[in-house]
Protein backbone atom coordinates (compact mmCIF):
# COMPACT_ATOMS: atom_id res chain seq x y z
CA UNK A 1 0.00 0.00 0.00
CA UNK A 2 1.42 3.57 -0.90
CA UNK A 3 -0.14 6.67 -0.28
CA UNK A 4 2.34 9.27 -2.04
CA UNK A 5 3.66 13.20 -1.36
CA UNK A 6 0.45 15.13 -1.56
CA UNK A 7 -1.88 12.70 -0.95
CA UNK A 8 -3.64 11.21 2.68
CA UNK A 9 -5.53 8.89 3.67
CA UNK A 10 -7.45 7.92 6.74
CA UNK A 11 -6.74 5.42 9.50
CA UNK A 12 -9.85 3.94 8.67
CA UNK A 13 -9.03 3.61 4.96
CA UNK A 14 -5.94 2.40 5.77
CA UNK A 15 -6.85 -0.34 8.21
CA UNK A 16 -9.93 -1.47 5.32
CA UNK A 17 -7.63 -1.62 2.58
CA UNK A 18 -5.57 -3.95 4.80
CA UNK A 19 -8.38 -5.97 5.59
CA UNK A 20 -9.03 -4.84 9.02
CA UNK A 21 -12.43 -3.23 8.94
CA UNK A 22 -13.37 -0.91 11.89
CA UNK A 23 -9.87 -1.22 13.07
CA UNK A 24 -8.85 2.68 12.74
CA UNK A 25 -7.79 2.47 16.34
CA UNK A 26 -5.49 -0.47 15.59
CA UNK A 27 -3.83 1.81 12.99
CA UNK A 28 -3.63 4.47 14.87
CA UNK A 29 -1.43 3.16 17.37
CA UNK A 30 1.09 1.73 14.98
CA UNK A 31 1.49 5.00 13.37
CA UNK A 32 2.11 6.47 16.87
CA UNK A 33 4.48 3.79 17.36
CA UNK A 34 6.09 4.02 14.06
CA UNK A 35 9.74 3.93 14.47
CA UNK A 36 10.61 4.14 10.96
CA UNK A 37 8.95 7.96 9.79
CA UNK A 38 11.27 8.71 7.08
CA UNK A 39 10.19 4.95 5.23
CA UNK A 40 6.53 4.99 6.59
CA UNK A 41 4.77 8.40 6.04
CA UNK A 42 2.60 8.03 9.02
CA UNK A 43 2.19 11.83 8.36
CA UNK A 44 -0.02 11.13 5.46
CA UNK A 45 -2.46 9.43 8.10
CA UNK A 46 -5.73 12.07 8.96
CA UNK A 47 -9.02 11.71 10.37
CA UNK A 48 -11.73 10.87 8.46
CA UNK A 49 -13.61 13.91 9.16
CA UNK A 50 -9.97 15.35 7.63
CA UNK A 51 -8.89 16.88 10.78
CA UNK A 52 -5.12 15.92 10.83
CA UNK A 53 -5.13 13.65 13.93
CA UNK A 54 -2.01 13.31 15.97
CA UNK A 55 1.58 12.96 15.40
CA UNK A 56 4.69 11.69 17.75
CA UNK A 57 6.65 14.59 16.53
CA UNK A 58 3.65 17.11 17.28
CA UNK A 59 1.00 18.23 15.03
CA UNK A 60 2.74 21.40 13.78
CA UNK A 61 5.38 19.03 12.15
CA UNK A 62 2.77 16.93 10.66
CA UNK A 63 1.51 19.82 9.36
CA UNK A 64 4.34 20.87 8.03
CA UNK A 65 4.86 18.15 6.16
CA UNK A 66 1.66 17.40 4.55
CA UNK A 67 2.08 21.97 3.68
CA UNK A 68 5.33 20.75 1.69
CA UNK A 69 4.57 18.05 -0.10
CA UNK A 70 1.14 20.15 -1.90
CA UNK A 71 -1.18 18.99 1.03
CA UNK A 72 -2.88 22.34 2.24
CA UNK A 73 -4.05 22.25 6.12
CA UNK A 74 -6.59 25.07 7.38
CA UNK A 75 -7.03 25.50 11.02
CA UNK A 76 -6.54 21.68 11.66
CA UNK A 77 -7.85 20.26 8.87
CA UNK A 78 -7.28 19.42 5.05
CA UNK A 79 -8.08 22.07 2.70
CA UNK A 80 -10.11 20.58 -0.40
CA UNK A 81 -10.06 16.78 1.73
CA UNK A 82 -12.10 14.90 -1.27
CA UNK A 83 -9.26 15.77 -3.81
CA UNK A 84 -6.29 14.55 -2.09
CA UNK A 85 -7.80 11.49 -0.48
CA UNK A 86 -6.35 7.71 -1.27
CA UNK A 87 -8.65 5.29 -0.24
CA UNK A 88 -8.07 2.40 -2.52
CA UNK A 89 -11.16 1.85 -4.47
CA UNK A 90 -13.20 4.54 -3.81
CA UNK A 91 -13.40 7.71 -6.50
CA UNK A 92 -11.99 10.94 -4.83
CA UNK A 93 -14.13 14.15 -4.87
CA UNK A 94 -13.49 17.21 -7.38
CA UNK A 95 -11.03 18.86 -4.92
CA UNK A 96 -12.59 22.39 -3.95
CA UNK A 97 -9.04 23.90 -3.15
CA UNK A 98 -8.55 27.52 -3.72
Not at 12 to 37: K, S
Not at 65 to 87: A, C, P, Y
Amino acid sequence: MRVGPGEVTTYADLARAAGIPGGQRAVGRMMATNPWPGIVPCHRVVRSDGTLGGYAHGGHIKEAMLESEGVHVRRGKISGFGGVRHSWGRPRRPSTRR
